[in-house]
């Protein structure tokens, strides 16, 4: 199987996989943008109630599509993942670190006004969550919405994509439980394995968020 037709098919192949998983009383967390569609569809097959987690990844500032870390949104602020080898490979100091990180939480804390639309962070001290991805290739983003979950409380936390790369996933079962669909030992891209991978809009997580 090469993958899905949309971020909703992956979502219900996912929802059937981990039903079986997880207990009664979970939280769905989609890290947006790209989780919400999926993790909207994990809901609805659990029966749970669906939240979002802000992500953004922190890119070198001459190559912002090499990451070497990640901030998540959190109850007041964001909470980071750095990748302290990254940051030496990349010949980061402090001040290139911080410029980026005040960049990106920026555009974190506006991006989570504008999904939100005033509701509060679901409470998940003492809950289980379920977080979810469309994918996971570094697990940049990934780490650091575990990181947020735990400081929030979560009583455990299960991280659930429909694809990701076999390296990453056996890596981030060090940090949290992992249900993945596909780990195909050949590992391209995560939009790879989608007929369709546009990116959702605004609007589209906004309608998905209030239900």
């Given at each position: 199987m090469r993958g899905f037709r949309d971020r909703a098919a992956a979502g219900r192949a996912?929802?059937?996989l981990i039903r079986e998983q997880v207990p009664d009383d979970v939280v769905v967390v989609g890290l947006a943008r790209g989780?919400?569609?999926v993790a909207a569809e994990v809901a609805t097959a659990l029966g749970a109630p669906l939240d979002v987690c802000v992500v953004r990844k922190l890119g070198a500032p001459a190559q912002p599509e090499f990451a070497f870390g990640a901030i998540a949104e959190d109850d007041g602020g964001f909470v980071e993942f750095i990748d302290e080898a990254t940051v030496r490979v990349l010949h980061l100091d402090g001040s290139d670190v911080d410029q980026v990180r005040r960049a990106e939480a920026a555009e974190l804390a506006r991006r989570a006004r504008a999904y939100r639309e005033g509701r509060p962070l679901v409470d998940v001290r003492g809950r289980q969550v379920v977080l979810v991805?469309?994918?996971?290739?570094t697990g940049a983003t990934m780490r650091a919405a575990i990181r947020s979950m735990r400081e929030r409380g979560a009583s455990d936390v299960t991280v659930a994509v429909p694809v990701g790369a076999p390296e990453?996933?056996?890596e981030l079962r060090a940090d949290a439980k992992v249900v993945c669909a596909l780990t195909p030992a050949e590992f391209f891209a995560v939009g790879y394995f989608y007929d369709d991978f546009t990116a959702p809009t605004d609007e589209e997580l906004r309608a998905l968020l209030r239900g």
């Open positions: 996912l929802g059937e989780g919400v569609p991805d469309d994918g996971l290739a990453t996933v056996s």
